[in-house]
């Protein structure tokens, strides 16, 4: 059974950062990308960074230069170093495959709010 629990979400004001990490089964752990999504209200999910299990990685242009996508393989688990956040980086934060395919299972998330 796929399991993804992320955590490391709360407030934050502006410009500051957070560490957001995902256990993952290691069942897909070890052989697929994973990636950080988001989904912020009445907005789409989409993908801001995603890594291969090698360590090489691929970020939005919105998160480029301020988030940083890391894994461990030894802990089946996906981070997300997220610097000079904003507050349209207010959303909830999910881990999962990259591409997640359609029907893919997800966790609960973790919620993001960038306010003063």
């Known amino acids: 059974q796929v399991q993804l629990v992320e955590s490391g979400g709360g407030l934050v004001q502006p410009g500051g950062s957070r560490r957001l990490s995902c256990a993952a089964s290691?069942?897909?752990?070890?052989?697929?990308?994973m990636g950080w999504y988001r989904q912020a209200p009445e907005k789409q999910r989409e993908l801001l960074a995603h890594i291969f299990p090698g360590g090489v990685t691929h970020y939005a242009d919105s998160v480029k230069g301020r988030f940083t996508i890391s894994r461990d393989n030894a802990k089946n688990t996906v981070y997300l170093q997220m610097n000079s956040l904003k507050p349209e980086d207010t959303a909830v934060y999910y881990c999962?495959?990259?591409?997640?395919?359609?029907?893919?299972?997800w966790g609960r998330g973790t919620q993001v709010t960038v306010s003063s």
């Open positions: 999962n495959t990259a591409p997640a395919p359609h029907g893919s299972y």
């Open positions: 290691g069942s897909i752990f070890r052989i697929y990308a």
